[in-house]
């Protein structure tokens, strides 16, 4: 088998194969040639080729967040490396596990003048779990170094918190001389995993806790689906104490949970907010979306309880009173004994679940009377989505929309909220489809984020299954819907960003399916065949143009209508 002559390259290719990694996302450049070469060579290996590096990251940590198993980049150097920090950030905060290998110009032409030539070394900070610069190994003591390096750096991306890594490895010229045979590993240092569980006395302080607080609410973040982890859920939820909030997010779905939360926080009467405030909070996954809910939180006042390894003293509403690296799954379980054990006579969750079903009934009713708009297409979207399909939001309005809906029921929900950027998001899901192509994946996305992403629809390896919606309102709506930005004399031209673009001649170039739809009668009309799929599809696109549509005003609109129907 051919590889690269570098004796670096090689340890490195070994280690990637010894930690699991089977998926490589490259992108063309010198510097990392012999990189390209070592893993294109090697049959272990599945090599995907993307140009952009931004877009290149974003395909990985799509793919190593539906693989769950970490997925390796390979960049040139310079600015290359650069481009790969959004979504470095964002799998830092996801805890997705990624291996970043960035090639380096020899140490010594550092800030020389040489082309291509930037500090690499430690260039993510404290976005990455571990980093090693991996030097030229000319002794024996330096590959005794290296390999330790490797195998403490990469075992550290699929850890018990799991996240990105990053290897920076100079390279000389010349690059693209090859060998038959590579070196393998001497030396290999397994790290143990570390699984924590509640101590006895971390049990007792817990119970002490619990046992006078008979509102408890659980809100549950971001995370992927997880079927133990559901089933707990399920029988939380027969406590009547204990109110569970969820947002699509996070994956968990319940009739007895309270999915929609900013729709139920908004038919909240002001003389009722005691009722609804929770006197303990228990906390598990990733971030939250909704505002209101974290401005609601804070204001009870009431201890918080988190469970999970990642980011433990991560305190969102501000009153953390425990917290443990314990999984989310053993810390539920615990909740789930310690009711069973103390039964407690409380009719909380049975509000908390009232008030979501009245704010149901009157955001459907409000909804008869709202024309085309963001809103209207949403709700049109999500009831004609498969079920069990894999749904992608953009960020910004788009999955603040969403979240007024009911979950589409078995779907997997995905979007970039570590961060919250509105970048990749097309390449995350086109990654995630990728690794998935039997299951139809639908991105709902805006236009300034479908536009910001739009490098990553050039690449051979766009997969036939997923299918794009564009809700285009000419610029970026949430600065209409949030406060603030309508005040400033920049509204329009900064903030809104307006713009009068449309998808139709980039579908074009790149060969996509392309609908453009102006009103609700087109909409309906194009899901016949919008959602079939073949493995010799390109993506379908659907193009919502909702430009001069007083979007927020009717998001405005169904909010105060919907609080009116509940309050009179």
């Not at 285009?472 to 005040?487: A, E, L, S």
């Not at 031209?493 to 074009?508: D, P, T, V, W, Y």
């Not at 009103?519 to 799929?533: G, K, P």
């Amino acid at each position: 088998m051919k590889t690269s002559a570098k004796l670096e390259v090689q340890l490195i290719v070994a280690a990637c194969k010894k930690v699991g990694i089977t998926k490589v996302v490259l992108s063309p450049g010198s510097r990392n040639a012999p990189f390209s070469i070592a893993f294109d060579e090697d049959p272990d290996f599945e090599v995907f080729v993307i140009t952009d590096e931004r877009s290149a990251a974003f395909y990985a940590m799509g793919m190593a967040q539906k693989l769950n198993q970490p997925v390796a980049i390979a960049c040139t150097s310079g600015s290359a490396p650069l481009n790969y920090f959004p979504a470095i950030a964002e799998a830092f905060y996801q805890q997705i596990p990624l291996v970043v290998i960035t090639a380096d110009r020899p140490q010594e032409w550092i800030n020389q003048g040489d082309g291509q030539t930037i500090q690499q070394k430690e260039v993510f900070g404290q976005h990455v779990l571990a980093f090693a610069q991996l030097n030229p190994i000319f002794s024996d003591d330096q590959r005794w170094m290296f390999e330790r390096q490797l195998a403490e750096t990469l075992q550290r991306a699929n850890g018990t918190v799991k996240g990105p890594v990053h290897l920076n490895v100079p390279l000389s010229e010349p690059l693209y001389e090859t060998v038959e045979v590579a070196e393998g590993l001497n030396n290999w240092m397994q790290l143990a995993s570390n699984e924590v569980v509640l101590s006895q006395q971390d049990e007792v302080f817990l119970k002490e806790l619990l046992a006078t607080r008979k509102k408890r609410l659980l809100i549950i973040g971001q995370q992927q689906k997880d079927e133990k982890l559901q089933l707990l859920i399920d029988e939380l939820l027969k406590d009547g104490s204990v109110a569970v909030l969820v947002e699509h997010t996070s994956n968990i779905q319940s009739e007895y949970a309270v999915h929609c939360i900013d729709r139920a926080l908004n038919c909240m009467k002001q003389t009722d907010v005691h009722t609804y405030q929770p006197d303990v909070i228990i906390t598990i996954g990733g971030a939250v979306i909704s505002k209101r809910i974290k401005r609601f939180l804070r204001n009870a006042q009431a201890p918080v309880i988190r469970f999970g390894a990642a980011f433990p003293t991560m305190d969102t509403y501000q009153h953390l009173a425990f917290t443990s690296e314990t999984s989310a799954l053993n810390g539920m379980q615990f909740i789930l004994r310690f009711l069973q054990e103390n039964p407690a006579q409380s009719r909380f969750a049975f509000h908390w679940k009232t008030l979501d079903y009245q704010s149901e009934i009157a955001a459907e009713n409000t909804l008869q009377s709202v024309p085309f708009s963001d809103l209207k297409v949403m709700e049109e979207v999500l009831q004609v989505i498969p079920d069990n399909a894999h749904i992608h939001l953009a960020n910004s309005s788009i999955v603040r929309y969403a979240l007024l809906f009911n979950p589409v029921k078995g779907t997997h929900y995905w979007c970039n909220r570590g961060t919250s950027g509105i970048d990749g998001s097309t390449s995350t899901a086109a990654g995630i489809a990728l690794m998935n192509t039997d299951e139809c994946h639908v991105l709902i996305s805006g236009d300034l984020s479908f536009f910001y992403d739009s490098n990553a629809l050039w690449n051979p390896h766009l997969p036939s299954n997923l299918r794009i919606i564009i809700i285009n309102n000419g610029g970026g709506d949430i600065f209409n819907i949030i406060p603030g930005p309508k005040t400033t004399s920049q509204h329009e031209r900064i903030f809104l960003a307006q713009h009068g673009n449309s998808a139709e001649h980039l579908c074009k170039m790149v060969d996509m399916s392309y609908t453009k739809v102006t009103n609700m009668e087109q909409l309906a009309a194009c899901w016949l065949d919008f959602f079939e799929f073949s493995s010799s599809d390109k993506p379908k696109v659907i193009e919502v143009m909702t430009a001069g549509i007083e979007n927020s005003a009717w998001l405005d609109y169904f909010f105060d209508q919907s609080k009116e129907l509940i309050n009179n």
